[in-house]
T-cell receptor, first 115, second 114 residues
Framework: KAGVTQTPRYLIKTRGQQVTLSCSPISGHRSVSWYQQTPGQGLQFLFEYFSETQRNKGNFPGRFSGRQFSNSRSEMNVSTLELGDSALYLC??????????????FGQGTRLTVV | SQKIEQNSEALNIQEGKTATLTCNYTNYSPAYLQWYRQDPGRGPVFLLLIRENEKEKRKERLKVTFDTTLKQSLFHITASQPADSATYLCALPGGYSSASKIIFGSGTRLSIRP
């Protein structure tokens, strides 16, 4: 079966712009979590969506937002981009909520560069 | 809040030896702990999950232990191969009230030299 698909793979944006990243989970998976990965901070949790509702949120400013659609596909948006937002953004899908200690399947990520 | 420390940023060992990676956590003992492998430019790949009532879990050449007294998990790769070279991450729930907030360690970059 198809894995987690993230689009686009690479993105270059200018400071102040906004960006939308997309994640299509594995078919049948209802939970989507987003992570930001940088060399200095490692993998940091952004938020989790399940059944179109945000269930948990990490310590990121309000410029970071997301949503999930009825088909479980998810998007995350970053407004007013800053240089420090340059990172690899990863989404992970799981069959049920992450609270049930199920494994997460990660996409390839979107490499965002802010110039 | 829960914090994770992975023993070393990088580990370099000879092919055929056993690689041992350490994951320490600082706060409450989680109900489970996971280990992932990440190759450069790719997303992490799930390897093993161990629950708090399990002392040890094995999968082929991989073995994970979980010591809730020491607040530590050890990840072993026996008969290591150059193809095992990657970054290995441990992960656990962020807290009782935020169990779905999975937090990751900073990872250990493992290099297996022929």
């Amino acid at each position: 079966k198809a894995g987690v698909t993230q689009t686009p793979r690479y993105l270059i944006k200018t400071r102040g712009q906004q960006v939308t990243l997309s994640c299509s989970p594995i078919s049948g998976h209802r939970s989507v979590s987003w992570y930001q990965q940088t060399p200095g901070q490692g993998l940091q949790f952004l938020f989790e969506y399940f059944s179109e509702t945000q269930r948990n949120k990490g310590n990121f400013p309000g410029r970071f937002s997301g949503r999930q659609f009825s088909n479980s596909r998810s998007e995350m948006n970053v407004s007013t981009l800053e240089l420090g937002d340059s990172a690899l953004y990863l989404c992970a899908s799981s069959l049920v909520r992450a609270t049930t200690n199920t494994e997460a399947f990660f996409g390839q990520g979107t490499r965002l560069t802010v110039v | 809040s829960q914090k994770i420390e992975q023993n070393s940023e990088a580990l370099n060992i000879q092919e055929g030896k056993t690689a041992t990676l350490t994951c320490n956590y600082t706060n409450y003992s989680p109900a489970y702990l996971q280990w992932y492998r990440q190759d450069p430019g790719r997303g992490p790949v799930f390897l093993l999950l161990i629950r708090e009532n399990e002392k040890e879990k094995r999968k082929e050449r991989l073995k994970v232990t979980f010591d809730t007294t020491l607040k530590q998990s050890l990840f072993h790769i026996t008969a290591s191969q150059p193809a095992d070279s990657a970054t290995y991450l441990c992960a656990l729930p962020g807290g009782y009230s935020s169990a779905s907030k999975i937090i990751f360690g900073s990872g250990t970059r493992l290099s297996i030299r022929p």
